[in-house]
């Protein structure tokens, strides 16, 4: 019997060697596993794969993927735990389980013959697994691969001999390394091998997350799988692999979301630079732009002379990452902007459309693209079409020579649109941003915009030659590092800029056409409305049959189901048979005769589901009776080719959710005996205002221990209640109280930045409390130290100063206060 456990415990650990560290899932219920659809998940603790967050909720790769699954079949997890700070102990005795029968599964196993003989895997692997090599994220710009010559490479492994050596020994041979190993304890040891010069790269796995790495090799790609016990329920069994199926063909990118979010194989997108480059952009000196004067929205000046623009902005945030000094140069032409460029007289030219052709013809080097758009067509003709009519075009256009009209060649897209909106042409395709800009501003508000499907443009920025690849490899990371949401505000910062156009001037410079205009408007909307009663009647007839037909499918299961349809603008939900479940009342909506605020409700939703966030997603909805609603969002969005069709999905009201969960926080905030916020919660409130100024009070209770010792310590508590509560009655409501722990309370008064206010603040709250009285009739003092919010101060600065006030003030005697860096103490 001891000699079959030594066999079990030896398989054990060469499978924790085979598999990624070999994380576990999905697991049964107590009982029956076919009765109650519980599945017992072996669950080691390991980064990434099967973890726990800092409040003990499970997260990791194996943990959500098991939980898509049970979005499939239904199913509940049991996560078996087991002690031990050594993964490699706690996987042994989780494979034991396994096999004696007491868990179900285990996540992220390699297959082998020799393991298919003690275990049942899944059909499907649910995600693969790569061997890597590694440095930190400030040193991958200092690592580089040339297969064409042999190179030394020191690599930190934990173990050398293993599965993963064997891998990179392969690898070696390959790319022409003559390798060497630097023998590790930990990841930790590892790390700081490369961080000291004793190892050039560390071995790794792509599902071992190692904080502030970056990937820069990987290799030997494995498929990972779900295995079971021989004897676990076969109906199970293929419950999840046709769940493992369903989820690959519904979202063939879940896997790589998961592994991105996970164990994202660049580190963080956070731009890093090395010492060397460094010193290399403190030598570099001044580095001067080419900004066009006249390409709006990407590059333009202003009516007060600024330069400004999409490009513009985003090469300040660029410089401010980088430490990079930029220096604006106006060119009033595109073909001045090459001269310059050609000249010397710039470095790097700002916006330019990402063309290979472009760059050799007049030698620069081109950066990663920052944006990609479509194209559009600007006209004012009604029916939108090209054939036929005179069709402005810029001379770089891939537009040019398939129109079928006259085509009219201006240098520039902003001259193409003026050329319509001067009647010189009957409509130019320019790309969408360009087009929506215009549109924006008041004299082109007779211009139409419609999209034009198959052309994309990318704009980008030129590096002037004489090349070099360090300064195009810092520029290109700095861009890659910049988040969407900041590209994105700036694209909309600069489009949505627009000149507008009183009434009183557009009557005054047309008073005919107005008057005209009004009475030709009052007839088209009459006209306009009995039109659109009538193919409203016909839209809704067939509305009605395609509604029923989803009905009939989502009637089967249990949820609220939608379907939007990007082409129409229509929305559609779908109930379950017979049910009146409150999101049927919040979200009501009369297709013939809707309340103003079912439409404000119903715009609200379909701007939820425009933002195209694929996936699932919380959101505060304003719902029909007037109130917020928390709502949960599933959705996937259907696209024909780059263009979103339809997006499907479900939703769920989940107010009592939140509000256990913000009740959750809020305890997790504050004190247990006071209801004060507690030291992180203090500090962090804190933190957070002092950019706008304050002061902020520590505060002692004179002789706490004195008060436990002689009247006990349910009078101490009784006293430490007594004054929050009085505290918090003599101050704002926008003013902060914390209890750090003990007797000491900290109170921040933001706004406050005079000697005088603070000194009031303070003798306030000091007679405030002094009117709390002791079991024995004494009355309760306390001494504070305070301090006024320095310019540009942190917070321990500002702590230590008023602390060493309040020590400052327990020396004169307490029962006192004393404002830091200002005058003697104050107790009268």
Same mark, same amino acid.
């Not at 020994?169 to 990841?187: A, K, M, Q, W």
């Given at each position: ?332 032409? /595109?073909?001045?902007?090459?001269? %310059?460029? #050609?000249?010397? !007289?710039? *470095?790097?030219?700002?916006? &330019?459309?990402? $063309? =290979? ?53 201006? /240098?520039?897209?902003?001259?193409? %649109?003026? #050329?319509?909106? !001067?009647? *010189?042409?009957?409509?130019? &395709?320019?790309? $969408? =941003? ?61 489009? #949505? ?332």
């Amino acid at each position: 019997m001891r000699g079959q456990h030594q066999k079990v415990r030896a398989a054990a650990l060469a499978l924790a060697l085979l598999a990624v560290l070999a994380p576990s899932l999905l697991p049964a219920a107590s009982a029956s596993v076919k009765d109650q659809a519980t599945v017992r998940v072996a669950y080691p603790i390991q980064k990434g794969i099967t973890d726990k967050d800092g409040e003990g909720r499970y997260t990791g790769y194996t943990y959500e993927f098991l939980e898509e699954v049970a979005q499939y079949t239904g199913w509940d997890y049991e996560f078996v735990e087991v002690p031990g700070e050594d993964v490699q102990e706690q996987l042994v005795t989780l494979m034991e389980m396994l096999d004696e029968g007491t868990v179900d599964l285990m996540g992220a196993m390699l297959y082998s013959d020799q393991m298919a003989e003690r275990y049942s895997f899944s059909s499907y692997n649910y995600g693969m697994v790569e061997t890597v090599l590694q440095v930190p994220d400030d040193m991958a710009s200092e690592f580089a691969i040339n297969s064409q010559v042999w190179q030394d490479l020191r690599v930190a492994a934990g173990n050398p001999e293993g599965q993963y050596a064997r891998e990179l020994r392969d690898y070696c041979s390959i790319n022409r390394f003559h390798l060497s190993f630097v023998p590790c304890g930990t990841e930790e040891e590892q790390v700081a091998a490369v961080r000291e010069g004793r190892a050039d790269a560390l071995l790794n796995t792509s599902m071992n997350a190692i904080a502030n790495v970056k990937t820069i090799a990987a290799f030997a790609s494995k498929p990972v799988y779900f295995a079971s016990r021989k004897d676990w329920d076969n109906d199970m069994m293929s419950q999840l692999n046709q769940a493992i199926h369903d989820i690959a063909q519904s979202n063939p990118t879940f896997m790589t979301e998961l592994m991105e979010k996970y164990f994202p194989s660049t580190g963080t997108r956070s731009f890093t630079l090395s010492e060397a480059e460094k010193a290399y952009i403190k030598d570099l000196g001044v580095l001067r732009v080419g900004v066009l004067e006249d390409w709006p929205p990407y590059q333009w000046r202003d009516e007060q002379g600024e330069l400004r623009g999409i490009a513009v902005d985003l090469l300040r945030q660029v410089a401010e990452v980088t430490g990079l000094e930029l220096s604006f140069v106006p060119v009033p032409e /595109s073909k001045h902007l090459f001269e %310059v460029a #050609a000249s010397g !007289d710039v *470095e790097l030219i700002a916006g &330019i459309p990402y $063309s =290979y052709e472009l760059a050799r013809q007049f030698d620069f080097s081109l950066l990663r693209p920052f944006l990609s758009s479509g194209y559009s067509m600007v006209t004012a003709d009604p029916d939108g079409t090209t054939e036929g009519k005179r069709v402005a075009l810029s001379m770089d256009s891939p537009y040019r020579g398939i129109t079928g009209g006259e085509e009219l060649l201006y /240098s520039a897209a902003s001259l193409c %649109v003026q #050329a319509v909106a !001067d009647g *010189e042409a009957d409509c130019a &395709i320019v790309d $969408s =941003y360009t087009a929506q800009y215009y549109r924006n501003q008041s004299g082109y508000n007779r211009l139409r915009v419609i999209p034009t499907p198959g052309e994309i443009r990318q704009i980008t920025c030129g590096l002037v030659s004489p090349r070099e690849s360090g300064l195009i490899s810092i520029l290109n990371r700095a861009i890659l590092s910049l988040p969407d949401e900041n590209i994105q505000s700036i694209v909309t910062q600069n489009i #949505a800029i627009s000149s507008p156009l009183t009434v009183r001037q557009l009557i005054e410079e047309n008073p005919v056409a107005v008057v005209a205009g009004v009475v030709a408007l009052a007839g088209l909307i009459i006209v306009m409305i009995l039109t659109i009663q009538h193919q409203r009647t016909k839209a809704n007839r067939r509305l009605a049959l395609e509604m029923e037909k989803h009905r009939q499918i989502y009637a089967l299961v249990n949820d609220v189901f939608f379907e939007y349809d990007y082409r129409s603008g229509q929305l559609t939900l779908t109930y379950p048979e017979g049910e009146l479940r409150p999101l049927r009342v919040l979200l009501a909506y009369d297709a013939e005769d809707p309340t103003a605020a079912q439409k404000r409700t119903r715009r609200e939703l379909i701007r939820q589901l425009r933002a195209q966030r694929d996936g699932v997603d919380e959101v505060a909805l304003l719902c029909v009776d007037g109130t917020e609603h928390w709502i949960r969002l599933a959705m996937q969005t259907v696209r024909d080719g780059d263009r979103p069709v339809y997006s499907i999905g479900k939703l769920n009201l989940i107010d009592d959710e939140r509000r256990e969960k913000d009740s959750l926080l809020a305890l997790a905030q504050r004190d247990s005996l006071t209801r004060a916020y507690n030291a992180a919660t203090i500090r962090e409130r804190v933190e957070a205002e002092l950019s706008q100024g304050g002061a902020l009070i520590i505060m002692d209770v004179d002789r706490f221990k004195n008060i436990n010792d002689t009247l006990g310590h349910l009078e101490g508590d009784r006293v430490l209640v007594g004054i929050t509560q009085t505290v918090a009655g003599s101050i704002r409501e926008d003013d902060l109280v914390g209890r750090p722990g003990g007797d000491e309370f900290l109170i921040f008064l933001p706004g406050v930045g005079a000697r005088e206010a603070l000194d009031k603040r303070c003798a306030v709250i000091r007679e405030r409390v002094r009117e709390l009285r002791l079991l024995d009739g004494n009355c309760v003092t306390v001494s504070m130290g305070a301090a006024l919010v320095r310019p540009g101060e942190t917070y321990d600065e500002l702590y230590a100063r008023a602390d060493k006030a309040l020590y400052q003030a327990k020396e004169k005697g307490r029962d006192c206060f004393v404002v830091a860096d200002e005058g003697p103490p104050v107790s009268e």
